[in-house]
């Protein structure tokens, strides 16, 4: 999953003496089933202790508030989370002293938008608090993948097109060959029946020739 790191994001409210919250971001977007690591920093001592901590962080609706984490004097109280929430939120306890604030929501739904808001008391130095926006939008849906070809495959398939070019040219060859040939042989079939039947009428000719046609025919051939 993705992780964001968001700042924890507050709204400032009334300030007890010189307690201060900071933060670098007011709104942020994620999707669901994501995590997000939320962090702040308040002020604190040297000499601060676990104890003398108070934190109320809760989700607030259109419809209602949800119980997000509760920490008092150190210790966090699980009974008043939201189940909403329950097993999705852990902090770091060791950096409390330093004035850091760290906890982590996992697997987001898109009923975790919302403004979170923040209380932090510190005996004696003071209370504060803030809200952030929240947008948790649907997932995404990842379209299916056509499987990609490899390149055996690619190689395969251009070879067989190049196959199937050559193949289709020489049957094109071929059957022009053979229809020149095939127009030749009518040509000299149709040039034989024409002097078989030029030869039948000389004939026809001759033989229908009277005696004296014939023999001052073979006088004229002899003179």
């Known amino acids: 999953m993705i992780v964001l790191t968001p700042l924890f994001l507050f709204l400032s409210s009334c300030v007890s003496g ?5 933060v670098t971001q007011t ?10 690591t939320l962090e702040g920093t308040f002020s604190s001592r040297t000499d601060t202790s676990l104890r003398s901590i ?9 419809s209602r508030p949800y119980v997000l984490f509760h920490l008092y004097k150190g210790d966090e109280l699980p009974e008043s989370q939201d189940p909403q929430f329950a097993g999705r939120v852990q902090w770091d306890k060791d950096v409390l002293p330093e004035g850091r604030l760290t906890f982590h929501v996992s697997r ?18 003071g209370s504060n608090y803030r809200r952030c926006w929240l947008n948790v ?24 097109l190049i ?34 039947e030029s030869s039948s009428e000389k004939q026809t000719i001759r033989t229908n020739m009277s005696p004296s046609e014939s023999e001052h025919e073979v006088r004229l051939s002899n003179i």
């Open 18 to 22: 010189t307690f201060v919250v900071n």
């Open 27 to 36: 709104s942020y977007q994620a999707e669901e089933n994501q995590n997000i």
């Open 54 to 62: 108070y934190i109320y962080c809760e989700l607030s609706t259109e």
């Open 108 to 125: 987001l739904r898109t009923n975790d938008s919302g403004f979170y808001v923040c209380d932090i008391l510190v005996r004696p130095d």
């Open 137 to 160: 939008t649907a997932a995404k849906e990842l379209e299916p993948q056509r499987p990609s070809e490899s390149p055996h495959a690619e190689s395969l398939r251009g070879l067989w």
């Open 163 to 196: 196959v199937g070019v050559s193949a289709a040219l020489l049957i094109l060859f071929f059957v022009t060959i053979a229809c020149i040939v095939l127009l030749r042989a009518n040509r000299r079939t149709h040039n034989a029946a024409i002097q078989m």
